[in-house]
């Protein structure tokens, strides 16, 4: 075989070898006599082959055609469909998921190609596809002219049935992942362009290798109101998108999220509080020391929003958190080790800082002893932090101070009952509504319209009611 004929077997293009050695040929004349045939026909190929692409992340709809080399990720199930025409014979369609090390995607095969492919394909294998890229309900899509099997192409992309959320990359779809349910949403409604109405809700699911917010579309949106945070799911033929430079999972009415036995394990790393700055978007995690009674608010539109105030607190500091919309309703009292995700540090009371926790937001009651690891220390002497009040100190001594009838109160043990007459010292980190004193081991929230400011110290004396000091005295 001569040079012609050698680059020509190497050439994927629909082009006869007669035509390619004309067009190597002209290629000769054109150049006047500087390039010989070896390099003529190394010309002619490159530019035959120009529509291949980088990788899979390069294939974007509008292209006339795109050539590239991807690995079999899975293989779904031949669909028939009616093609319009009294006469025309029905339709055959196959959905390939196939990826590189730049992204993945979805591959669509026809006809007498889906039945073939149906039989032939095989997960881990690698295919030469050349195609036309447009754009799916899915993201881009590629409608395949022409897919052979390339035996000599290794490509690096892992192939499995089951992820884990650090495996997640952009594009992937047929996604199964289990995980801990760690917060709901409501179901919210929209109007889609051909006027019907859509239904979307979220849910935040995590395992050992992190969390990330699932959202589900129509017939599966309900689902977010008929799970309960703290069980164990897996989410079934999930589509991987990214919002905001973050990955999300995506559940359409194919796929499902359901219950399962497995007590998959969520270990959430936090900021320590003690290291939050102005501008932050932080995990951050502890106990409730102190739980506002939701309040609610006129937007400028008319409409009406609700807020609730809780401070918790790590073994670094103390923080305010406001939960907004729906999280304000979630049940968070005293004594309960939470964890806030993608919480905005913004200003506060007395040029204090305070967390955000609004839409984007996670809000997870962790369960009792549960394990809270941090960012910046992941390790204790005891292999975690400790669990609930007492991680944050000593139960305070029962007592008077020797000449007063009032009790001192301890808000964490229980002993104080309702009604009785309590007296408490402490400094004040909260000055809103209600005041709240801490005195280095326990807080207290204190019904008073005193006019007190953060950082001094006050004596509270009144009546315990509803695990709240309701102050008849404050000096």
């Keep these: 075989m001569g040079v012609i004929e050698d680059v020509y077997g190497d050439l994927d293009a629909d082009v006869s070898l007669e035509e390619f050695r004309e067009a190597v040929e002209d290629k000769v004349d054109q150049m006047g006599g500087l390039a010989d045939e070896e390099t003529a026909a190394m010309l002619i190929a490159h530019e035959l082959d120009e529509d291949e692409v980088n990788g899979v992340a390069d294939v ?15 293989v779904g199930d031949v669909r028939t469909f009616e093609r319009d025409g009294e006469d025309a014979e029905d339709g055959h369609v196959l959905n390939v998921e196939v990826a590189d090390e730049t992204g993945s995607i979805r591959i669509s095969l026809w006809d007498e190609q889906a039945q073939a492919a149906k039989e032939e394909l095989e997960k881990g294998q690698v295919l030469r596809i050349k195609g036309r890229p447009k754009e799916g309900y899915n993201g881009t899509e590629v409608s395949v002219d022409k897919a052979e099997p390339d035996e000599d192409t290794e490509i690096d992309v892992q192939v499995q049935d089951t992820y884990a959320v650090d495996d997640l990359s952009l594009g992937l779809s047929d996604v199964n992942l289990r995980g801990k349910l760690l917060d709901t949403d409501t179901v919210r409604t929209f109007d889609r362009d051909d006027g019907s109405q859509g239904k979307v809700s979220n849910l935040t699911v995590g395992d050992e290798t992190g969390r990330v917010r699932v959202t589900l579309w129509d017939e599966r949106a309900d689902l977010a109101e008929e799970l309960d945070p703290g069980i164990s799911v897996e989410v079934v033929d999930g589509y991987v998108r990214e919002r905001d430079g973050s990955l999300e999972l995506h559940v359409g009415n194919r796929g499902a999220v359901e219950e399962i036995e497995e007590d998959v394990e969520y270990v959430p790393e936090s900021t320590d509080i003690a290291d939050l700055e102005l501008g932050d978007t932080a995990d951050v995690a502890g106990v409730v020391r102190s739980a506002d009674p939701k309040r609610t608010f006129d937007r400028d539109d008319g409409s009406e929003g609700q807020v609730r105030n809780v401070r918790i607190q790590d073994d670094t500091g103390d923080l305010r958190v406001a939960l907004w919309g729906e999280k304000a309703d979630r049940e968070i009292a005293p004594g309960d080790e939470v964890q806030f995700a ?10 204090d800082i305070e967390g955000s926790a609004g839409w984007q937001s996670t809000v997870t009651v962790l369960e009792s002893g549960a394990e809270v690891g941090t960012a910046t220390d992941e390790s204790s002497d005891d292999g975690g932090s400790s669990a609930g ?13 020797g000449g007063d009838d009032a009790a001192t109160v301890d808000a964490s043990d229980g002993e104080n009952e309702d009604g009785e007459y309590v007296e408490f010292t402490g400094t004040v980190v909260q000055a809103g509504s209600p005041v709240v004193l801490d005195d280095g081991e326990e807080t207290v929230s204190v019904d008073t319209d005193s006019d007190v400011h953060l950082g001094q110290e006050v004596t509270a004396r009144g009546e315990l009611q509803d695990g709240r000091l309701d102050a008849d005295d404050v000096f």
Excluded at 390 to 400: E, R
């Design 60 to 74: 974007e709809p509008g292209m006339e055609e795109a050539k590239f080399v991807a690995k079999v990720v899975s």
């Design 342 to 351: 993608d919480v905005e540090i913004q200003d506060g009371w007395e040029d």
């Design 389 to 401: 009040l007492d991680a944050f100190g000593d139960d305070v001594d029962d007592g008077g101070d």
